[in-house]
């Protein structure tokens, strides 16, 4: 079958960047005045996310050296709901393979799936805490701003999400995803997030904010009763700054790798469309891809293939590398089963290639807009077809890096 030929494409977006993280660290916590509150000898529990934050490691470091600067004892609880397999282990090697390790970060890791209930909303909703977080003098809630997979709010995924659904553990996140299955996303984060600052001991949060070339755009630091407003501030420059794709639609949108550590969802649905909302309209003006063809998974996510079942089209080899189980405890506690569906898969990238571009309608293989790209965080540089160029309204500023080329394969008929 004759493919269209590609470009590579690199693209413009805003690039506010935190060069010096400890300091930025420590000028976000300064302000807050923590020494206040936070007294020598007492323990502060720090929370720490399954998501692929950039430069994660010294940010917890950074803020583990200020809390000890006040005589505090931190230490760090991961903070991931269901994932790593919904098991203590699991969830500690999540932070290993990030580098949150005890020796680097300069404190223990203490994990465990067991919870208390906090307390209870004005709804008579039951708020979960980490249990080990709950038997701290302190908690500090430490975590990366961005818009949601699935839900769209003034509050979308940030600290709010992090006290409900990460220090929810398992148990809380399975009940919270139920329950967001019934009332709208807004109404419980914020429910859930108010009674926990009342009733746990939440000293502080620190928000981050990435531009759209993966790097540390923005710390902030927030003391309790501000999180919200915080949030909301933080998460108009996410939006502002998130990476996008250099055209709204595509016949085919070819994805390198998927991943937790990339996107809640595997891919970041407010990239590449396909956002579902529950209780509310989808959002406008969403990208539409007739298909989307995934290739394989990334190494961090441990098998973890959540959000697959979004793709037409997969590999052999990439549903060989799931591991199955820890994808059905993800998507199932998250009330979306569907996101562990398996696509069409083949062998070879070149049969998924010839499957998907005879059945894009009445347009001709060799004239069909492809775009591929590495992974929904990565769109620094992507490859479109010729006519991608010639027929599609540019969504981004980009320039155009490469003569067309045709697609290159191995021996085995895998793109290169």
């Known amino acids: ?73 931190p230490f760090l609880v991961p903070a991931m709901g269901s994932h790593g397999g919904g098991t203590a282990e699991g969830q500690r090697a999540v932070l290993e393979s990030y580098g949150i390790t005890e020796s680097f970060v300069g404190a223990p890791i203490r994990a465990s799936m067991d919870v208390v209930e906090a307390g ?35 509050i979308e995924s940030g600290l709010m999400k992090m006290m409900m659904i990460g220090l929810g553990k398992h148990t ?60 909301e501030k933080l998460l108009v420059k996410a939006k502002e700054w998130l990476a996008r794709l250099p055209f709204h639609e595509a016949d085919l949108l070819i994805i390198d790798e998927i991943g937790k550590e990339i996107s809640g969802s595997g891919m970041d649905t407010n990239v590449v469309g396909r956002k579902r909302a ?73 049969e998924v290639l010839d499957t998907a571009l005879s059945i894009i309608g009445t347009r001709p293989p060799e004239q069909a807009r492809v775009m591929r790209i590495r992974n929904t965080l990565m769109l620094h540089e992507v490859e479109v077809s010729e006519p991608c160029l010639r027929e599609l309204r540019k969504m981004t500023d980009f320039q155009v890096l490469t003569d067309p080329y045709d697609m290159a394969f191995d021996a085995d008929g895998n793109l290169t």
């Open 1 to 73: 079958m004759p493919y269209p030929r590609m470009v590579r494409l690199r693209q413009n977006f805003p690039r506010p960047r935190v060069d010096n993280i400890p300091a930025a660290v420590r000028a976000a916590l300064e302000p807050l005045g923590l020494g206040t509150r936070i007294k020598p000898g007492q323990t502060v529990a720090l929370t720490a996310g399954s998501r692929g934050i950039a430069n994660i490691p010294l940010i917890l470091k950074s803020a583990v050296q200020h809390l000890k600067d006040l005589g505090a004892k």
């Open 120 to 154: 209870t909303t004005p709804e008579g909703w039951p708020v979960y805490l980490d249990k080990i977080a709950a038997q701290a003098d302190h908690i500090g809630v430490i975590g990366r701003v961005k818009p949601h997979t699935s839900y769209e709010g003034p």
């Open 172 to 231: 809380g996140a399975a009940w919270y995803h139920r329950l967001l299955l019934e009332q709208p996303y807004d109404t419980v984060v914020r429910a859930v997030g108010r009674t926990l600052r009342a009733k746990a001991k939440i000293a502080f949060g620190m928000g981050i904010v990435e531009n759209g070339f993966d790097e540390t755009a923005l710390i902030e630091g927030a003391l309790p009763a501000d999180f919200e407003p915080v949030e």
């Open 278 to 350: 529950f209780k509310s309209a989808p959002p406008a003006n969403q990208p539409t891809m007739r298909f989307i063809f995934i290739r394989g998974l990334s190494a961090h996510t441990h098998g973890n293939a959540a959000g697959i079942g979004f793709a037409d089209f997969t590999t052999v080899r990439c549903v060989q590398s799931m591991n199955y189980k820890a994808t059905a405890i993800n998507c199932t506690t998250s009330g979306y089963p569907e996101g562990a569906n398996l696509p069409v898969h083949y062998d070879t990238d070149r």
